[in-house]
């Protein structure tokens, strides 16, 4: 378990430096089963975070997606840097961030949080019904205790705690500046057995499926949004000129939509499931890039967002790389 | 209007009568749940808090075609709904149907938009009154309520055995009769009653908004809008599913010599939405874009039109993945002092 | 006037004329002077000086555009569109007599021409900012005995850049003061050479019973207005248009508005006295 006070005090540490600029987190929600990310300016504001199974966004996503504004006439740049609290998983997305040099390592301090899993607020929904209030989740050994509007509840850990915890082998950062609490043991070893048991099916059961699925689509991008790794300036599918994709929301262009972006992810989709949480109309785009992901560690021996030295997958040539078609 | 009645296990027949009309309904896909076509009345079921997507849809979609045409013709074709193909949405949430009188006022400001206008007309709201609020309704501060009668043409309650229907206008009453339903009793009406005050009581989360619309200009430059800015996300999701949302973008697509002009629903959030083509954009972070936002619902809005583009339905605030609370924010309004005017 | 039963439906019309204002190339300026392929489209056309129309091409979509002729131009529509590079004026630059264009419209406010009788005007464009005041000189030309003194102020970057070329000379010819500028000196220029704000201050227009109009790129605006106050012109007195990215041109879509203002329909004409109440005007 973290303890909340050791964390709020090495962010005051860092916040109270003259060069950072400001430090992303996690606070209470205003309501329900989920923190709320929280951008603090000043090491007074520190007592606001907390770290607890709410905390299932991942900070690294707000690195990328902060404006680089014009530097008004007669104004120097704000090269300050920016601090983050990460996860296990999160941290995987500054790793790979850095890989494909989207900022300076110089850039950003990071405080690393061993993470013992979070909550899917579906899942805790379903057992214990919403709530207006927010909700305080601590860890009892393999249970969650709940305080859901005032009383007390309990349920088993492997119950209410997300299905990508379920696999986790990272729930250490594997690149940080500091560690707010001990390092923890991993989960278990990823087989990848969801990506098997979709991929038995036939191709036909699997196009009615993804047909449903996309025909639900409302394209409102918070997939894309919010993944730590498309930090892209002008987007391929808001691009005009010229047009790839249109906006209309039919089946055509949704599957269209949903396929560009896990092809573009392949290789650098470090699994946070950030994209999966947040979708409104509940599309499994995971199943997706996770077929990917297990592509690609089988046909490269390659892992996204492990190690900062290596270098991007598909982003790389290398004179011995096999190909047998072109010459 | 009329007091009727139907059991609840005779649902599927009720529904099945309306035969000159296009029934939608919610149905399930997983989780989501949104308004469709019913194919088979047996599957209607009205046990739901809301739907994801609002019923918006139904009266604007996500993609519409305006018009057709085709290379090297002038002529142009539009396509127009036809208000006589009767469509009744069963079950839509009180909430929902107030939005749409919200909307109703800009679509038929200055230049009647038909399409959605003929759509309306073409359409029987039969509502269904809530006895559970979701966590963050707030529908009774905005003018609504889990048994509001505003927009509708009836409203069901869920009584029980029975679900009592309330006709409200004279498009609900020829549904009714359609339907063959049976007169109602004290006794549905009284339940009716009692299972309003019931879930006026458990609704939770209050707004004042007196002056909030006065006031928010005034706080243009207040550094308010920065804290909740700093972790929006920039997705649609709020304004897609927010029931009084009503922008969008038109997008001319062309398939070899054919083509149309097509509009499709689109997002104050997105950057791309206010990009000049000489690069410049007025909104370039999402500082502008969440203060404009807020600003158009609760002071441009209600300036032009006198009601606050809100209805309290909470999707906004269920479904933003980072937790920006529209009703923290409008806290936030409230406290926040007001500096001298900026002047140019 | 558009069509009453759907707004978005455009007029086809054919151009009957297409020249360059300004040297073929980046951000050049065409204008089209097009008439309606159906005649029975001027029976209830009426426009007013400031009103624009969305003017495009089917396959490729719509932008708003000044109209810039006056009402009293009869039996033609003039656009001068500067081609920024985007999918629509790209594809207009691509056009030339014969060929067809939509037009959707009268949109969005006018000048307050009536308001404006008995006044003098001033009239004071930069480069394509000249489009939306022409049609206010040429409907003042037009009425003449209405109005009290005509000056017309205009610069652009070079003597190239200037738009509408020639017909400064026929304003000179009525007795219309015509001050023209270029920004930087060159050889046999006999004008003004400096920024249009210089040109103004050196003109130095009374503001008694005087409106001043402008329009041109932002910081034009934003000096125009500074020194139109230093010269005493009070802020209901000046004018100018406003632009913002726009689709439907009928206030339904949401994208232009500027705080509760939309562009498109409360716009694009406005008075400097209505934009100094909103803090977004000047974003």
Not at chain 1, 296 to 302: A, D, H, L, S
Request: charged share 30%; aromatic share 10%.
């Amino acid at each position: 378990m973290v303890d909340e006070k050791n964390l709020r005090d090495k962010a005051k540490e860092v916040l109270e430096r003259d060069d950072v600029r400001r430090l992303i987190g996690w606070a209470r929600g205003t309501y329900g089963y989920e923190s709320a990310p929280v951008v603090l300016k000043d090491a007074s504001e520190v007592d606001k975070l907390i770290f607890d199974p709410t905390c299932v966004q991942n900070p690294a996503s707000f690195i990328t997606l902060e404006e680089k504004k014009p530097v008004p006439r007669g104004q120097e740049p704000d090269t300050r840097k920016v601090a983050v609290l990460v996860k296990g998983c999160d941290s995987r997305a500054i790793v790979q961030q850095l890989v494909e040099k989207a900022y300076d390592r110089e850039g950003v301090i990071v405080l690393g949080v061993p993470c013992t899993g979070v909550v899917d607020r579906r899942k805790a929904a379903k057992m214990f019904g919403d709530t207006s209030e927010p909700v305080e989740i601590s860890e009892e050994g393999d249970k969650y205790v709940l305080t859901v509007n005032g009383e007390k509840k309990e349920a088993p850990k492997a119950e209410l705690v997300a299905d990508k915890c379920l696999r986790c082998r990272y729930p250490n950062p594997l690149v940080y500046d500091m560690l707010v609490a001990d390092e923890v043991e991993k989960w278990a070893d990823d087989e990848f057995a969801d990506v098997d048991e979709f991929a038995g099916q036939t191709p036909e059961e699997k196009w009615k499926f993804w047909e449903e699925q996309f025909s639900k689509c409302i394209r409102c991008y918070s997939c894309r949004n919010v993944c730590p790794m498309c930090y892209c300036v002008e987007c391929v599918v808001t691009k005009q000129k010229p047009q790839w994709t249109r906006r209309a929301t039919d089946i055509s262009e949704n599957t269209a939509y949903h396929i560009q972006r896990a092809w573009h992810l392949a290789g650098r989709c470090i699994e946070c499931m950030e994209c999966q949480r947040v979708c409104p109309v509940d599309i499994p785009i995971m199943t997706l890039n996770r077929k990917l992901t297990r592509d690609v560690k089988e046909m490269f021996e390659y892992e996204p967002g492990v190690d900062v030295e290596a270098e991007p997958l598909l982003a790389c040539y290398n004179p011995q790389d096999p190909e047998e078609y072109i010459m | 209007m009329g007091d009727f009645k139907f059991a609840k296990d005779k649902m599927a027949e009720v529904i099945g009568a309306l035969k000159d009309y296009q029934v939608l309904a919610p149905k399930a896909v997983g989780d989501v749940l949104r308004f469709q076509p019913v194919e088979d009345p047996a599957q209607v079921s009205l046990d739901y808090p809301n739907t994801n997507v609002p019923p918006k849809e139904l009266m604007f979609p996500e993609t519409e075609t305006l018009f057709k045409y085709r290379v090297g013709q002038t002529d142009i074709e539009p396509e127009v709904p036809d208000a006589s193909a009767r469509r009744l949405i069963f079950g839509i949430r009180p909430c929902d149907a107030l939005a749409y009188t919200i909307v109703d006022k800009l679509y038929a400001w200055d230049f009647p938009d038909p399409y959605y206008q003929k759509r309306r007309e073409a359409t029987v709201l039969f509502g269904f009154a809530c006895s559970e609020p979701a966590a963050n309704c707030f529908c009774p501060s905005m003018g609504g309520g889990p048994a509001s009668e505003k927009g509708l043409d009836a409203l069901m309650f869920d009584v029980g055995d029975t679900i009592y229907v309330k006709t409200l206008t004279d498009k609900g009453e020829e549904a009714a009769k359609a339907m063959g339903l049976e007169a109602a009793g004290e006794a549905q009406m009284k339940a009716a009653d009692a299972q309003e005050k019931e879930a006026l009581a458990k609704i939770k989360r209050t707004l004042d908004h007196s002056g909030i619309p006065e006031k928010l200009p005034s706080l243009y430059d207040h550094t308010m809008w920065e804290r909740f800015s700093d972790r929006c996300l920039s997705c649609g999701i709020c304004t897609f599913l927010c029931p009084t949302c009503h922008c969008f973008d038109i997008q001319d697509e062309m398939e070899g010599f054919d083509g149309r002009r097509a509009r499709m629903w689109d997002t104050c959030m997105f950057s791309e939405y206010t990009l000049h083509t000489s690069g410049h954009n007025p909104r370039p972070t999402r500082k502008e874009r969440t203060r404009n936002r807020i600003s158009h619902k609760y002071s441009y809005f209600p300036e032009k039109f006198d009601v606050i583009a809100c209805v309290g339905c909470g999707r906004c605030i269920n479904y933003c993945p980072v937790n920006i609370d529209l009703l923290d924010i409008l806290e936030d309004v409230k406290k926040a002092e007001v500096k001298e005017a900026k002047t140019a | 006037m558009m069509d009453e039963s759907n707004p978005y439906l455009p007029y086809i019309a054919r151009i009957e004329d297409a020249w360059y204002e300004t040297p073929v190339g980046d951000r050049a300026v065409k204008t089209f002077k097009v008439n309606f392929v159906d005649d029975k489209v001027w029976d209830t056309w009426s426009h007013r000086p400031g009103n624009c129309a969305m003017v495009g091409r089917l396959g490729i979509g719509e932008s708003m555009f000044c109209i810039s002729s006056s009402p009293t131009e009869k039996g033609y529509l003039r656009f001068s569109i500067m081609n920024s590079g985007g999918k629509v004026t790209n594809a207009l630059h691509e056009l030339e007599a014969g060929d067809t264009i939509t037009v959707r419209g009268p949109l969005g406010n006018s000048f307050p021409m009536e308001e404006w009788e008995g006044k003098n005007i001033v009239s004071i464009g930069g480069g394509i900012g000249q489009a939306p005041l022409r049609p206010v000189i040429n409907y003042v030309r037009a009425n003449k005995a209405k109005y009290g003194d005509l000056k017309v102020l205009y610069g652009a970057r070079t003597s190239d850049l200037h738009c509408f070329k020639g017909e400064f000379d026929e304003y000179r010819e009525e007795g219309t003061a015509c001050h023209l500028a270029i920004d930087v000196e060159e050889k046999d220029w006999p004008h003004f050479v400096g920024f249009v704000p210089d040109l103004l201050m050196e003109v130095a227009p009374k503001p008694e019973n005087t409106i001043a109009v402008t329009c041109g790129p932002p910081i034009l605006i934003k000096f125009v207005t500074q020194n139109l106050e230093k010269l005493g012109f009070k802020a209901e007195q000046i004018y100018t248009t406003l632009e913002e990215r726009m689709k439907c041109g009928i206030g339904k879509c949401g994208r232009c508005n500027v705080g509760s203002l939309y562009v498109c329909k409360d716009g694009p004409v406005f008075d400097y006295a209505t934009l100094k109440t909103i803090p977004e005007a000047f974003a």
